[in-house]
């Protein structure tokens, strides 16, 4: 069996057991998954003898290049994924697999120097590139204090939440849209990156 396939298939069995979920916040227990991972694995991400060809040479597969991206990233072959605890550089916001099965890495900064740079640092230039709202360690950052924020505060509110690709980090609250996010905001947390949704009820959800 292929090594990726020994790696990778743990990780999938795991991470379907990882549910995100929401209760009052004096009480909250909130799972934040990697999003780059869970994009991987929610894109099934494909084998290199499932890509075709593309203006004539052979394209090689989303999993490759989100390996090297790791590896670059100071991951090694026992371990391929983002960790909280890798140096990310400023330039880089996220990746994930995008509808034309190639990877996407979101970056911060002109997109040309990008581009240049990230073709030698991965060896190729079968990916594609985003822009990014912030780097990886700003929105690390801020989900921290989010999580600080919401265990000190004594306002009942159910909250859910999760990073996003390009930097984001995407609050899923219930109740009236105008009257949740505005209460959110003003006795909770409030920040640059956070995108709000609301809805009736915080349902459990399998990644």
């Known amino acids: 069996m292929d090594m990726r396939k020994l790696i990778f298939l743990p990780v999938v069995l795991v991470m379907t057991g990882i549910w995100s979920c929401s209760r009052k916040v004096q009480q909250v227990q909130t799972g934040i998954v990697q999003d780059e991972l869970v994009a991987a694995i929610q894109n099934n991400i494909p084998e290199a003898e499932a890509y075709g060809e593309e203006e004539g040479g052979v394209q090689e597969p989303a999993w490759t290049y989100f390996e090297r991206l790791s590896i670059a990233f100071d991951g090694d072959s026992t371990f391929i994924g983002m960790k909280p605890d890798m140096d990310f550089p400023e330039w880089y916001s996220g990746c994930f697999v995008n509808d034309r099965d190639r990877l996407t890495i979101n970056v911060i900064g002109d997109t040309v120097e990008m581009r240049t740079m990230l073709n030698d640092l991965l060896g190729g230039n079968e990916f594609d590139l985003g822009v990014g709202v912030c780097n990886k360690t700003t929105q690390q950052r801020t989900l921290r204090l989010l999580r600080e924020a919401m265990e000190r505060s004594v306002t009942k509110q159910d909250v859910g939440f999760s990073s996003r690709e390009d930097g984001t980090i995407e609050v899923t609250l219930t109740g ?32």
Request: glycine fraction near 0%; avoid cysteine.
């Open 176 to 207: 009236d849209s105008v009257e949740a996010v505005d209460r959110f905001k003003s006795e909770i947390f409030d920040s640059p990156i956070l995108r709000f949704k609301t809805m009736e009820s915080l349902e459990i959800i399998l990644l």
